[in-house]
C-alpha cells in the first residue's frame, strides 16, 4: 500500500517538473498535433576588430592595417576597417608617402560562420644618395575581405639626378598583391688644367606578382647628367654624360611581371701641353628586361644613355660620342574565362657603343612598349540574354585602374 501511494507521488512530481520546464520556455499551439512546440530562437554571435598604424621621418614613410570580422547564426553581422597613411619630407625634391586602408563584413547563417580578414602594409624610402624604394602587400580572405594601398617616392640631389618610384594594389575576396619598385642614378663630373671628365649611371627595377582577387601596377624611373670642362688657359677639354631608365610592370588574378633597366655613359678628353696633342674618349652601354605571366599582365623597361667629349691645343682636335637607347615591352591579354594555356612572356635588349679620339660611334636596339587595353569578360549569360564583365583593367604605361568600368554586352554581341 505504501508503494502505491510512494509511486502516485513520484507521478505527481514528474508531471509537475515537466509543466515547470514547458511553461520556462515560449510556446506555440501546434495545430497539426494538438501539442505545444518551443518558440526558442538560435544562438548568434559575431565580433569585429581593426588596427592600424604609420611612422613617418628619417627618409621613410611605411603604414600597416588589419580588419577581421565573424558573425554566426542568423541575424547576426559584424564589420570592421582601419586606415593609416605616412608622409617623410627632406631637402627640396625628397619625398615619401604611403597609405593603406583594409575592411572586412561578415553576415552570420545558419549552416557555418562568415569571417573576413584584410591585411595591408606599404612602405617608401628615400636615401642620401638619392635611392628611392617603393613597396606594397595586401593579403585579404573571406568574400567580405578588400584592401588598398599605395607608395611613392621622390628624390633629387645636389649632382641634379632625379629619380621616382611608385606602387598602387587593391585585393578583395581571396587574393593578394605584392609589388616592389626601385630606382637610383648619379653623375660624377672632374676637371682640372689639361683634362675633364663626365659619367653618369641610372638603374630601375619593379617586380609585382598578385593572385584571386589581387591586382598592382607600379613605375620607376632615373635620369642623370652632368658636364665638366678644364681649368687651364693652354689648350681646352670638356665632357658631359646622361643616362636615364624607365620601368614599368602590372599584374591582376594569378599573374606576374617584372622589368628591370640600367644605362652608364662616360666620356673624357684631355691634352698634352708637351707634346702639343688632343685626346677624347667616349663609352656607353645598356640593357632593358622585360617578362610576364598570366593574362592581364604585362611590363615594359626604357633607358637612354649619351656621352661626348671634344679637346684642342694649337690645330690639334678631337671629339668622341656615343649613345644606347634599349627598349622592351611584353603583354599578354586577359584571356576570356574558360580559356586557358601558356600565357608567360620575356625579352631583353643590351646594346652599348664607345667612340675613341677624333670620332665617335653608336649603337642602339628598340623593341616595342605595350600601351594596350584589356578587357575580361563572363561567358555565363543571365537568363534576360544579357552579360555583365567581371574586371576591367586599363593598362597605360604600367598604371592599372580597377575597376576601370563596367561592360553590359548582350548575348548577340558577346566576342567569343
Not at 641610372?202 to 601596377?217: F, L, Q, Y
Not at 617578362?291 to 649619351?306: I, K, P
Not at 635588349?349 to 616595342?368: H, I, K, V
Request: charged residues 10%; contains cysteine.
Amino acid at each position: 500500500m505504501h508503494s502505491s501511494r510512494r509511486l502516485r507521488l513520484g507521478l505527481v512530481l514528474s508531471t509537475s517538473a515537466f509543466a515547470l520546464m514547458l511553461s520556462a520556455a515560449p510556446m506555440a499551439p501546434n495545430f497539426d498535433t494538438g501539442w505545444l512546440k518551443s518558440m526558442t530562437a538560435s544562438a548568434a554571435s559575431a565580433s569585429a576588430s581593426s588596427e592600424s598604424h604609420a611612422t613617418a621621418g628619417g627618409g621613410l614613410a611605411s603604414s600597416d592595417s588589419h580588419s577581421a570580422a565573424s558573425a554566426d547564426g542568423a541575424g547576426a553581422s559584424a564589420s570592421a576597417g582601419g586606415s593609416a597613411s605616412a608622409h617623410s619630407e627632406g631637402t627640396t625634391g625628397n619625398t615619401a608617402d604611403s597609405s593603406v586602408s583594409t575592411n572586412a563584413s561578415a553576415t552570420g547563417n545558419d549552416t557555418a560562420t562568415d569571417a573576413s580578414t584584410a591585411d595591408g602594409e606599404t612602405a617608401a624610402t628615400f636615401n642620401s644618395d638619392g635611392e628611392v624604394t617603393a613597396g606594397v602587400d595586401l593579403v585579404t580572405s573571406g568574400a567580405g575581405a578588400s584592401a588598398t594601398g599605395s607608395a611613392t617616392a621622390n628624390s633629387a640631389t645636389d649632382d641634379g639626378t632625379v629619380a621616382s618610384a611608385t606602387l598602387t594594389g587593391s585585393s578583395a575576396a581571396d587574393g593578394e598583391a605584392h609589388g616592389h619598385a626601385f630606382a637610383d642614378g648619379q653623375t660624377t663630373t672632374t676637371a682640372d688644367e689639361t683634362s675633364a671628365s663626365s659619367a653618369s649611371a641610372a638603374d630601375a627595377d619593379i617586380e609585382v606578382s598578385t593572385s584571386g582577387g589581387g591586382v598592382i601596377g607600379g613605375s620607376a624611373a632615373a635620369d642623370a647628367s652632368g658636364s665638366a670642362a678644364s681649368t687651364g688657359s693652354d689648350g681646352s677639354a670638356s665632357a658631359s654624360s646622361s643616362a636615364s631608365v624607365d620601368v614599368s610592370a602590372n599584374s591582376v588574378g594569378d599573374g606576374s611581371a617584372s622589368a628591370s633597366a640600367h644605362i652608364d655613359a662616360d666620356s673624357d678628353g684631355s691634352v698634352d701641353t708637351s707634346a702639343r696633342t688632343a685626346e677624347t674618349n667616349a663609352f656607353a652601354e645598356g640593357n632593358a628586361t622585360a617578362n610576364n605571366s598570366g593574362a592581364g599582365t604585362g611590363a615594359s623597361a626604357s633607358g637612354t644613355g649619351s656621352a661626348a667629349s671634344e679637346a684642342g691645343i694649337d690645330s690639334n682636335t678631337a671629339s668622341s660620342s656615343a649613345s644606347v637607347n634599349p627598349s622592351i615591352g611584353v603583354s599578354t591579354a586577359a584571356a576570356p574565362t574558360g580559356t586557358s594555356g601558356d600565357t608567360s612572356g620575356g625579352t631583353s635588349a643590351d646594346n652599348g657603343s664607345s667612340g675613341g679620339t677624333g670620332g665617335s660611334t653608336s649603337g642602339e636596339g628598340s623593341g616595342t612598349v605595350s600601351t594596350s587595353q584589356v578587357a575580361q569578360i563572363c561567358a555565363t549569360s543571365s537568363s534576360d540574354g544579357s552579360c555583365s564583365s567581371t574586371r576591367f583593367i586599363a593598362m597605360r604605361d604600367g598604371t592599372v585602374a580597377q575597376p576601370a568600368a563596367q561592360v553590359q554586352l548582350s548575348e548577340k554581341q558577346q566576342l567569343w
